[in-house]
């Protein structure tokens, strides 16, 4: 690790917001924004160690005691990258709201907490939380000394009691090309993808009484050549939200494919219930985190500012009223889980799997 200690920075949460959301990150290159997160560090007076994940794209762990409290977000965002703007109200622009706004929060609470002399804060910043996250698997091998994770995501400033997992299929037809004069001599891979997606609905998926229903989306759909050309192939991508054990929806899906397409099945995050320190709020979630694939940081609680509702979107933003209690938050929640008994911890309270 490198870095000083013995700085005194005065950030301003909505400034360095703005800083993040400037910086293109879309998942697969999250370089810059990674390189300048770590440099602020530095300068802030925090030893910095960048984790590399892939060629040109590192995770950022900051530390100045540790053995406390890991703060941790994602850099990624969703493409296509859209700069920041900025009323009286609302910051506006990709990773706003999820997660570049809540990584500005964090970073204002630990220098917070710092100052005040509470040095058993960690940062942990990862890559790729957008597209598999490769990161959050490459950071459960850090040399972690916490013992509880924050981990943030916009949750309207509430705690999560429990959020879905993921879990991601890959779907393939195959037909016989032919001159779309003469379809009788070939079979359309298309057509066979149509009627196979109109079933879908009719699978019988599981369901939780806090986290609801299984739900999927068909996210992606590919296939064909030309217009004048029977298909001979044609591929769709699911993203399934879990409630909870994956190999039921596994069963489900192979017998709704069975004999009709090729399933391949790909990053799968687990459903989690987390612990809810006494005095806060909390509320089921139905997205997925890192939380579950960062285990060796310690118990995990997922909580933000801003609202998933806002995230993904054309328009993203963030009320720049919520990012300044996020930093309040991040503080008050820190100080509760250092002070909160570090065991015995269950495996329903430390964020593995549901």
């Known amino acids: 690790m490198t870095g000083w200690r013995g700085a005194r920075p005065v950030r301003d949460v909505v400034a360095l917001a703005w800083e993040l959301v400037a910086i293109d990150s879309v998942s697969g290159r999250e370089g810059p924004v990674m390189e300048h997160v770590a440099d602020l560090l530095v300068r802030g007076g925090w030893a910095v ?32 990258f859209i700069g920041p703007s900025l009323d009286d109200e609302r910051l506006w622009g990709r ?32 890559v790729g939380e957008e597209a598999g996250s490769d990161g959050a698997v490459a950071a459960n091998e850090l040399p972690a000394t916490s013992r509880a994770l924050i981990n943030g995501e916009p949750t309207e400033g509430r705690l999560a009691s429990g959020a879905k997992g993921s879990l991601r299929v890959r779907v393939d037809t195959a037909g016989v090309a032919a001159h779309s004069a003469y379809p009788g001599r070939g079979r359309s891979a298309i057509d066979a993808m149509v009627r ?29 050549s030309a217009a004048n050309v029977v298909p001979a192939a044609c591929s769709a991508e699911l993203l399934v939200r879990l409630v909870g054990d994956d190999r039921p929806v596994r069963s489900a899906l192979d017998a709704w494919a069975a004999g009709r397409a090729t399933l391949t099945y790909g990053a799968h995050v687990p459903a989690v219930r ?24 310690g118990r995990a609680v997922l909580y933000g500012p801003g609202s998933i509702h806002r995230a993904h979107r054309p328009d993203e933003s963030i009320e720049l009223d919520a990012l300044r209690a996020g930093v309040d938050g991040y503080e008050r929640l820190a100080r509760a889980l250092l002070a909160s008994p570090p065991e015995p911890v269950s495996a329903e309270t430390t964020g593995s799997p549901a």
């Open 196 to 224: 196979l997606l109109s079933d879908l609905h009719a699978v019988p998926l599981p369901e939780d009484p806090e986290l609801g229903s299984t739900t999927v989306n068909v996210g992606m759909l590919e296939g064909g």
């Open 95 to 126: 990773g706003a709201c999820d997660a570049k706004g809540i990584a500005a929060a964090m970073i204002c609470a630990a220098e917070r907490l710092a100052e005040k002399g509470e040095e058993r804060i960690d940062l942990l910043f990862v």
């Open 49 to 80: 160690e960048r984790q590399e994940v892939t060629p040109g794209r590192d995770n950022v762990w900051a530390t100045r005691r540790g053995g406390g409290v890991t703060l941790s977000t994602h850099l990624d965002t969703v493409p296509p």
């Open 274 to 297: 987390y612990f809810v320190p006494e005095g806060f709020e909390a509320m089921p979630v139905a997205f997925t985190t890192d939380a579950p694939l960062l285990s060796a940081w």
